[in-house]
Structures are given as structure tokens and as C-alpha cells.
């Protein structure tokens, strides 16, 4: 015969196993802190600094191109001046093909103005009619030595003209790269800062759940 087996009834709650799930302030706090000082540090943080930097980098490029073109192009005036006020020059040879002769490969170079010069005098002093021209009877001319001198003396002054014109766009530029850097400099440390207050929130909170977790045990142990 079977035997029929009769269930106590009496089951104290305590005996029933529960888990408890407690998520305090302190607790969402902590993982807060943990995700935001993630985000900022292994996100945020490089991206702007990446972003910042790619800025930076790009005005100080767009800068130093505007200042070699400024220059460039002063120096190309300064060596065509050059010419134009050499002494009876302009009597023989027209600004156009001056203009067309010097250019941002040359300016800078004493040849150029020692080969202008000495075809200048070959083509108009040869010929009778302008060989009385004050160009061909100028002292510069008649003498090499004198000519070269002079020449070195318009291609030196091109390139001084040209680096005061550089030097004056940097000038003008530098109090805005100066700005851009300060301002990238702050940024990324402020947000550094804010990655370290969050870590240090984040392990303080974690070390007191931990202290308070070791409490309750012990008193369970006791109990």
C-alpha cells in the first residue's frame, strides 16, 4: 500500500532562499562615475584632442603657406623695382618685359640679374644708336666686377624684402596661434581633470561599498 508522505507546512520565511538586489545611490553613483570617466578618458578626450590638434596643425600650415606666398610676391616686386631704377635701364628695356623676366623662381638669385643685364648691354650697347644711352656709358656696366656687385646688391635686396614680408604675416598671425594653443592646452586639461575627479569619486564609493560589504558579513558571521 502507499504510503502517502505529508508536507510540512510550516516553512519559516527565513528558510527560503532570496536574493536580495540592493542598488543604492552610492552604487549608481560609483558606475556613473565609471562610465563617464570612460567616455571622457578612451573617448572624448583623444577625439577632441585629435580634433584640436588636426585644427591647429591646419591654421599653422594655411599661415606659414600665406606667409611664403607674401613673401614670394614681395620679392618678386623688389627685384623687378631693382631693374626699373637701375641707371638708364628703363630708357632701353620696357617694365613688361622686365615684369615677364623676373619671376618667384629667380628673384632671389644674383644671375638673374647679372645674365639681364649683361644681355641688356650686348643687344642696346653694340648698337650705335643707343650706344651713347647713359645705361651703356653707366660704370656699372663697364666694369664686371661692378656689375655683379650690383646685381648681387638687387637680388639681396629682393630676398630681405621678401623674408620682412613673411616675417610680417607670421607676426600678425601669431597672437591667434597663440590663442588656439592656449586654448587646446586648457581644454584638454580641464577634461583630463574631470577624468581624475571621476576615477577618484569612482574608487572612493567602490572602497566604501566594499568596507560596508565586510561589515555585514562579520555581523552575519556572528549571528
Known sequence: MDKIVTLDTDIQSD???????????ADK?????????GLLGGG???GWGLVSGLGYV??????????????????????IEGLKVFPGLSRLIKDSQIQSFINPANY????TYVSFLQDAKKTHCSASPTSNEPFCNSSFISSESELSDRAAGIANYATEIAELAET???????????GLNTAIIASIVAIVVIVLVMVII???LRYRR?????KKKIHKQKI
Request: proline share 4%; net charge positive; hydrophobic share 35%.
Open 58 to 79: 591646419g591654421w599653422t600650415n594655411y599661415v606659414t603657406q600665406t606667409a611664403l606666398q607674401k613673401g614670394i610676391e614681395e620679392g618678386v616686386k623688389a627685384g
Open 15 to 25: 528558510a527560503i532562499p532570496a536574493c536580495v538586489c540592493e542598488k543604492s545611490l
Open 29 to 37: 553613483v560609483e558606475k556613473g562615475c565609471l562610465r563617464c570617466g
Open 168 to 178: 610680417d604675416v607670421l607676426d600678425k598671425a601669431a597672437p591667434v596661434t597663440s
Open 210 to 214: 566594499k568596507k560596508k560589504q565586510k
Open 202 to 204: 569612482y574608487l572612493i
Open 44 to 46: 572624448i578626450a583623444p
Open 108 to 111: 632671389f638669385k644674383e644671375m
